[in-house]
């Protein structure tokens, strides 16, 4: 029988797996930072490696995190969302940045959105910083970044 603390880890771990917009293995900081409050669990996961936990109210799985919220959820017979099968997240690649700044220019009304030139330059600078989504169902259009 497992622990109240076990329990409560284990769910943490699935929660944030299931709640997850990237599945790109060896990058936890290009995922969706997952805000939690039980402090005595982040920190149980962190000193395990399935997290990383910066000190602040976000964190992120580590791939043996992951790995054993998939465990999990495969024993509770819980099914991973479509949304990784239908959208790829990916790091931006120069060719891409035209999609992007039509996307900000989409988004955002004129005096709020980023100018091309300064957008084209962020992502220049600062790739790491930005994940393109690309529809496979729609011949791997940009839908979002």
Same mark, same amino acid.
């Given at each position: 029988m497992r622990t109240r603390e076990e329990a409560i880890?284990? @769910?943490?771990?699935?929660? @944030?797996?299931?709640? *997850?917009?990237?599945?790109?293995?060896? *990058?936890?900081?290009?995922?969706?930072?997952?805000?939690?409050?039980?402090f005595d669990a982040m920190d149980r996961l962190?000193?395990?490696d399935l997290i990383i936990n910066p000190k602040n109210k976000y964190a992120y799985l580590t791939e043996k995190g992951r790995e054993r919220a998939r465990r999990m959820l495969s024993e509770l017979d819980v099914k991973e969302p479509g949304i990784y099968k239908r959208f790829e997240f990916c790091e931006i690649k120069p060719e891409l940045s035209d999609e992007v700044v039509k996307i900000e220019q989409i988004c955002f009304p004129p005096n709020e959105a980023c100018t091309p030139e300064h957008m084209k330059a962020r992502i220049k600078v600062a790739p790491d910083l930005f994940l393109v989504i690309k529809d496979r169902e729609n011949d791997g259009k940009i839908v979002g970044f």
């Open positions: 880890d284990d @769910m943490i771990l699935a929660l @944030m797996y299931l709640t *997850r917009f990237n599945d790109g293995e060896g *990058r936890p900081f290009n995922e969706l930072a997952w805000k939690n409050y039980d962190d000193k395990e």
